[in-house]
Structure formats: C-alpha cells, structure tokens
C-alpha cells in the first residue's frame, strides 16, 4: 500500500510540474531562511553557557540610583567580600582597559603590534572559567609577569615555533615590562563574551614597582572603578538576598553618599539578559533575537500558505480521484494517509532542497551577519528543540489540512461533476493571500524604516565637524625622558605640512569612549543626591574645540599654559550645555565663573561647551566635564582633502622619527562614528533579506494560484474574446480580484507594522518620524509586484486563441 501510495505521490507531482516546482521550491526557501535565522539565535542563546559553573557564577555590576548599571567594579570590593562572606566560594577579576598597549618579541627586532584584546586576569582565570589550554598548566597565571596567549595570537608572533618560556615586552600607562609566556589557550570564539587574544598575569599589578606610582590601579582601592569581577557562589545561596549584603557592605566601608548598589547578574545571562525589562548590562540584544525570531517564524508561514493555498486549489482536479476511491471502499482515514503522505514527501523535497540551498549562501550569509555560522551552530537547546519543533509540527498540520480537504469531498457530489461549481474553499485560499502578503508588507516597512534610522544616525549634524579628520594613536613605546622632546618634534612637524589644516592632542576623543565616568560635583544651589549623578570625564588640549569646530556656548577656552598645569594643581574645567543643566544651573551665562566641588576640591568653570555628540545617535548627549591636560593618547589631524593616501604616508614617516618601536595606527573619525551602528547595519540587511524572501516566497504563491485560476476560466475567456473583449479588459478581469486582497493586505498591515516600528524607534534618543509616504510606498510596492506576477499569467491567458480556449476541457 506504502508503495502504491508512493507511486501516486510522485505521478501526481510530475504531472502537475508549475505546482510541484512552486510547492518544492516555496518550502525550500522559507526552511533555508528559517534555519538560517535559527543558527544566529541558537549561537546568540548560547553565549557563555560552555562554562561548567555557569549555574552559580555572577558578574558584580554597579547601580546607580536611576537604575543604570556598568561592569567596571572597585577592586578591592572582591577581596572584601572574600573576607565577610562565607557565601562565596571564589571570585576571578579581570580588566580590558588598563593593559592595552604596544607588545613584541622580547630581545629581537620582531615587529611590534597595539594589542586591544588583552587583559591582566586573577590567576585562577582558567580554571574559574572554562576556556581549555592547548599546552601549559592554568596554575601558572598564578606567578607574576606571566602571559597566556590564544593559539592564532601565538602563531602570529612566533609561527610554528614553541613560543613556551619565551617572553614578550608589554608597553602600556605602566612603563615597560616583561612577561614570560607559559600557556597557549583555545581560541575563544563567537560564544563567549570574554575574547582575549593574551591572557595577563593579575599577580603582577600588586608590585607597586610595576605601577610607578599609580595608586588608583592598587587591587585593594575602592576608589577606582576599572575591572570586572565575578564571583561563584556556594549551594543554596540566595543571589538577591546576598546581594542586599554586599550593597550594605559597600554602604558601610565605601565613600559617604556615593549611591551605588551591588547587583548580581548570572553569567548565562551576561549576553542577552533574562528579560526584555532586565536593564543590566548585556553585549547582545534580546529584542532583536526575538524578533529575528519572528521573521524566522513568519517565513516559514509564508511557505506554508503557500503549500496549503495551491493544494487546497489544485484539490479539484484530484477530486473525481476521491469519489471512485470512496465508492470502492476507500475509507477517510486511508484518503487522509495517501494525502498526508504526499504532503510530508513534498516537505522532505522542500528540506532536501533547503539543505542544497544553505550549503551554497552560507557563505553569503555569515557575511551579512558577520559571524561563522554552520548548520552545525543548531546545538541541542530549548531554543533548536522549539525552533525544530516548530519546523515539523508547522509541516505535519499543513499537510494535515490539505489531507483533511481533499478527503472530506462527497464522493456523489464529485462523480455527479457538482464540486468544480461550489465555493468551497475559495474563503481560505483569500484569507492565506490576504495573511502572506500582509507579512510580506509588514516586512517590507520594517526594512524602510531601519534603513531611514540608520541613514539618519549616519548623517545626522553631530554638533562638530567630522569631515577629513585623522586620528593617530599616540606611542606607547619609548616613554622616558626624551618623551617630551620627541612629542614636541613630532606635533611641529604636523604643524609644518601645508595639508595639515589643523591638529591637537587629547586624553579622549568623539567616536570613541571617555576617559572615564565619576561623580561627587556639587554646585552651592545644588539639591539632595545631586552629588549622585554621573559625568563623563574627557582630558582635551587647548586645541581640541578648534580642530574639531565645536563651538562654545559661552565663556572661553583653555590656554596652552592651562592644560600644562599639573593634575593635582588644576582648578579649570569646561563643562558641556548638558552638564550645566544637570548641576541645576538655569543657563550657560550664568554658570560661567561659578565654582563647583568635585568632593573637597574646587573647580572653576570658565566655559560652557556647546553640546555635541561624543557618541553614537543611539545614545543621549551625556554630561561632560572637560579637563585641561596635555595627554597624547590621541592626535588628531584635519586634513585638506583629496590623496589621503598619500598625507597618511608622511605623517607615519614623522611618526616613526620620533616615536621608533610604535606601530603607527590611526582611524578616520566618521568612519569610526559608523562603527558604532554596525548592529544596525546589520539589521538592515537581514531585514532587507528577509523582505525580498518573503515576498518572493509570496510571488511565488500568488503566482500558482493566479495559473489555476486563469486555467479554471478558460473558457470563459474564450467566450469574453469572442464576443469583443480586448486583452486588457480581460487582464484587468483576472488581475482585479488578486488586487482586492492585496489592498486588504495593506489595510491590516499598516497599524500593526506602525506600532511595532514605533516600539523598535523607543530604543534610539534620536529618531526619524514615521512619515505616510513609507506606507504609501511600500503598499505601492506590493501592488506593482503583485500586478507583475498576475498579470504575466492574465495577459498569457488573455492572447490564448479563443477557438483553442473553448476547446478546452
């Protein structure tokens, strides 16, 4: 019976070929694009859950008193906690700030490389953590001036050689050091949020030698916040509850009113957090996995309709078929059998086919996402069991639909001829139309509107002058007493090159992070817990404002004399108009002069800087307190346009006179500001993707169905052309009708796609409105691609000779 079953199933499939092609195809792609979205969620779910203490470690972040969170803990808290708590069981600290700096091969003329993925970590990093070694004992990050390096990094300093016991030379704020190399770890991949390329020992930065005198790095200071920390609790610990301990411990051993709470968050839940409310810190972003999972969702549903609305419409053809089974014994339940059978062996082709599919854009695909992705990254998870679920339930109801349809005709009715002239059905069948191209609409103003966000963020007026400005790290290598000499040599000779327009020198700058964030000012008008809210922190030279154009709002600048003051002895400061605001003064004007307390020291404020955007759009204009200081982490240069290449190769020949061993590496500032709206960018182009599948997939449907309803109507064409219809007039018959749903598809998928794209718009400060001509042209998109796949159909079957028409059976 299986066999006889199977027969049919594929007798029937080579007959109806357009269907068949359409149906195969159909599900293909909308399984490719489903399993392609599931691989991006499973690896976005499984990030950091490889840990084998997953389940009782948890990060240690500050809170505010608006709620806001951050990672950088005060040090010395972790060994505090240690000491009072027997709730913990271990901590590991690390940081990814404070080490980054100038490496090379030790003792030989090997090129020397500006490493950002390193960190100093607690010797017990390795086993803390689940990261394995490929050579080397984890117990050895527990000696100073030690290094572990990742296996690509050990290849590239040393190739194929051993690279144990050799040492690298580290060069960074703390001076030089050497670091003797006894370990070679895994690479760490996309599923973890800790990427390290080297591995530093912690142990060294209690040598108050090392430090030269930087007390704030001391690991016992609760003043500076700069490392992360984590610590493992011990069985049945209450993390909310240990929690309020550790906040009270802070209360109690911490500055006076400094307003910051302890919170605990799991490490599963460190990327994406355990709620669409958890403000806690997460790298990845919830809303978008789920509604990447939505769209993955909705595809699909498109290929399904697609299924059901065909073999739903191609049902009358086989329905003569059911009435002589019925009439010779067959029963519904072995009509259904046959049927489902067929639907389950169309959805193999379609997986087969899929398969074929995501081997050959998988490529293409990790290269719009940006991540190496596999049929492979699908692990056993609650997120790959509900996604694949989904994937054979959806395939066994939709098959079981059609089953059901084509098994319930009355076989009288069928053998009498009577089917073909009933409606049954037809609701459906609109209803599916109407839902896929709903979807396909909504996806379609989805992608618009990501795409006018982002050209807004991108082109948005930033408050300064972006155009032509190079930024060149300063040197880490060489800091000694001839430093200043050199750094003085160097920025007269940018001074001298006639392309150089303008140039400065600065601790911080736009499109990149702040020197740091503090609180504790304080103005004499100042209300209860204003002393709370948290600055940004730049240091800037007195040729900052200029080269980047940002204008004051009132007051003056720096001098040169001012920004050589010592940091202790300084008492100037500009602040930004959002600062002025938030320590309650009622204009620029007025705050001009005026002095503050940071704590116990007085600062003068001697300007008010025009707010500008230090930062990506995305984010609010935070308040920034300038300080006068000639730092030279950065150097920035306005050059005139044109031959960039060119003036990039003379500055590196000033650059490595006086400064030789440093890399020279430099970024322009625009393209550093669209860095920062790459996850945005790459949302745009899955939902660009996503549209075009979706509608095709839904072409493709309305395609078949707009074939079986113009070879129902044959006749009736025939007989339209007889009697004097032109090809348009029948055009627009047959197209009419598809028009009608389409336009219903626009009506219902316009406030639902408002709404939603409205909530997406809630997570930017800065936004574009939504405007009415989006919706008008998309909807007119939907209708001309609509028409085009109708009416190819409607005109063919408008220029049929009407004598063969009426020939038809």
Request: hydrophobic letters at 40%; proline letters at 3%; a positive charge.
């Amino acid at each position: 019976m299986i066999r006889n079953y199977l027969k049919i199933a594929f007798r029937n499939l080579v007959r109806n070929k357009v269907y068949s092609f359409i149906n195969i195809v159909g599900l293909a792609m909308g399984i490719t694009a489903f399993l392609f979205i599931l691989e991006y969620i499973s690896l976005e779910k499984s990030v950091n859950h490889f840990h084998k203490n997953l389940s009782s470690t948890y990060r240690l972040l500050n809170e505010d008193i608006h709620g806001v969170t951050w990672t950088e803990i005060e040090p010395g808290w972790a060994l505090k906690a240690k000491e009072n708590f027997p709730e913990i069981k271990d901590f590991c600290r690390f940081e990814s700030g404070v080490s980054k700096g100038v490496v090379k091969r030790a003792n030989t003329n090997g090129e020397p490389f500006r490493e950002s993925n390193i960190g100093f970590a607690e010797g017990n990093f390795f086993e803390f953590f689940t990261f394995p070694l490929v050579i080397g004992d984890a117990k050895a990050l527990n000696k100073p001036n030690t290094v572990f390096l990742s296996a690509a990094t050990a290849k590239k300093y040393f190739g194929n050689d051993n690279p144990m016991g050799q040492v690298l030379t580290l060069n960074n704020q703390f001076g030089q050091s050497t670091h003797t190399i006894e370990g070679v770890f895994a690479d760490m991949s996309d599923n973890s949020d800790i990427r390290y390329d080297m591995v530093f020992s912690l142990e060294t930065m209690k040598n108050p030698g090392y430090l030269k005198g930087n007390d704030w790095a001391l690991l016992t200071n609760l003043d500076s916040q700069y490392i992360n920390t984590y610590f493992q609790l011990n069985n049945g610990v209450d993390p909310k509850t240990f929690e309020n301990k550790l906040s009270a411990l802070r209360k109690k051993l911490g500055k006076e009113n400094d307003g910051i709470r302890f919170r605990l968050q799991p490490l599963g839940n460190v990327h994406l957090a355990s709620s669409l409310n958890d403000n806690y810190q997460t790298t990845g972003n919830l809303k978008y996995v789920y509604m990447l999972g939505g769209i993955a969702f909705l595809i699909l549903l498109i290929a399904w309709f697609n299924y059901i609305n065909l073999s739903t419409a191609n049902s009358l053809k086989r329905a003569n078929e059911v009435g002589v089974r019925k009439v010779i014994g067959a029963t519904q339940m072995n009509l259904i059998a046959q049927f489902l059978g067929e639907s389950i062996l169309v959805n193999l082709l379609g997986l087969g086919l899929s398969m074929f599919f995501i081997y050959s854009f998988q490529p293409l695909f990790n290269e719009l996402i940006g991540k190496e992705l596999s049929v492979k990254t699908i692990q056993f998870s609650s997120v790959s069991i509900v996604g694949l679920g989904l994937l054979l339930i959806g395939s066994i109801l939709s098959g079981a639909l059609t089953a059901l349809v084509l098994s319930n005709f009355n076989p009288i009715e069928t053998l009498k001829g009577k089917l073909g002239k009933q409606s049954k059905g037809i609701f459906l069948r609109k209803a599916l139309v109407v839902s896929q191209f709903s979807i396909s609409i909504m996806l379609i103003l989805g992608t618009v509107l990501i795409y006018r966000q982002l050209h807004f963020m991108q082109n948005k007026n930033l408050g300064m002058n972006t155009n032509q400005l190079l930024v060149i790290k300063g040197p880490e290598v060489g800091q000694d007493s001839t430093y200043k000499v050199r750094k003085t040599a160097f920025i007269d000779g940018l001074s001298q090159q006639s392309f150089v327009k303008d140039y400065c020198a600065s601790g911080s700058v736009p499109s990149g992070w702040y020197n740091f964030t503090t609180s504790g000012f304080t103005q004499p008008k100042s209300k209860p817990d204003d002393e709370l809210k948290t600055y940004s922190f730049a240091l800037i030279g007195d040729r900052f404002l200029k080269t980047y154009e940002i204008d004051l709002k009132a007051g003056r600048n720096f001098t040169a004399a001012e920004c050589n003051v010592e940091w202790n002895k300084n008492s100037k400061i500009l602040l930004n108009e959002q600062a002025i605001q938030s320590l309650g003064f009622a204009s620029a004007e007025e705050a001009v002069n005026k002095r503050i307390q940071w704590d116990e020291r007085p600062l003068e404020i001697i300007g008010v800087v025009k707010n500008y955007h230090h930062q990506g759009v995305q984010k609010a204009i935070d308040p920034i307190i300038f300080y006068p200081q000639n730092s030279s982490v950065y150097f920035t240069v306005r050059l005139t346009p044109d031959k960039m290449q060119d003036k990039i190769a003379s500055l590196e020949k000033i650059y490595k006179a006086n400064f030789p061993g440093n890399p020279y590496e430099y970024f322009f500032v625009n393209e550093n500001f669209n860095k920062q709206y790459l996850t945005e960018q790459q949302y745009s182009r899955i939902f660009t993707t996503s549209s075009i599948w979706a509608i095709v997939i839904a072409c493709l449907g309305l395609f078949g169905l707009a074939t079986f309803t113009t070879e129902n109507r044959t006749k009736e064409v025939g007989i339209r052309k007889v009697l004097g219809a032109g090809v348009l007039g029948i055009t627009a018959l047959l197209s009419k009708d598809f028009l009608k749903l389409v336009l219903i598809s626009i009506a219902i998928a316009s406030p639902v796609a408002y709404y939603l794209m409205t909530q997406w718009l809630e997570n930017f400060e800065y936004k574009v409105d939504i405007s009415w001509w989006i919706f008008a042209a998309s909807g007119l998109g939907a209708i001309v691609v609509a028409l085009l796949t109708v009416g190819y159909q409607a005109i063919r079957a408008a220029l049929v000779n009407p004598v063969k028409s009426l020939k038809t059976e």
